[in-house]
Nanobody, 115 residues
Framework: QVQLVESGGGLVQTGGSLRLSCAAS????????MGWYRQAPGKQRELVAK???????NYADSVKGRFTISRDNAKNTVYLQINSLKPEDTGVYYC?????????WGQGTQVTVSS
């Protein structure tokens, strides 16, 4: 089992910034990836960014240049720095963890961008 605890969401104005954190604990495999999905109201959950245990990163086209994913392996924590926020970035952001056997989700953290 892997537990994921997210933090850092909130209400921010257009153009603002936030940093989301996701701390993982439990049985963490040495080879895995973690990242973030988001779900806007009435829409499907979509991948935002992911990072492998080796540090390789991938981003959705809609967030490239504005979002940065990083990780602190010593703390088993992944961060998502979100800059230049837009109203369309509003949604629930879910952290995920995936290895060769299992996948886990965090409880989600709300990000609301006001125009």
């Amino acid at each position: 089992q892997v537990q994921l605890v997210e933090s850092g969401g909130g209400l921010v104005q257009t153009g603002g910034s936030l940093r989301l954190s996701c701390a993982a604990s439990g049985r963490i495999f040495s080879i895995h990836f973690m990242g973030w999905y988001r779900q806007a109201p009435g829409k499907q959950r979509e991948l935002v960014a992911k990072i492998t245990s080796g540090g390789d990163r991938n981003y959705a086209d809609s967030v490239k240049g504005r979002f940065t994913i990083s990780r602190d392996n010593a703390k088993n924590t992944v961060y998502l720095q979100i800059n230049s926020l837009k109203p369309e970035d509003t949604g629930v952001y879910y952290c995920f963890y995936s290895d060769s056997i299992s996948g886990y989700w965090g409880q989600g953290t709300q990000v609301t961008v006001s125009s």
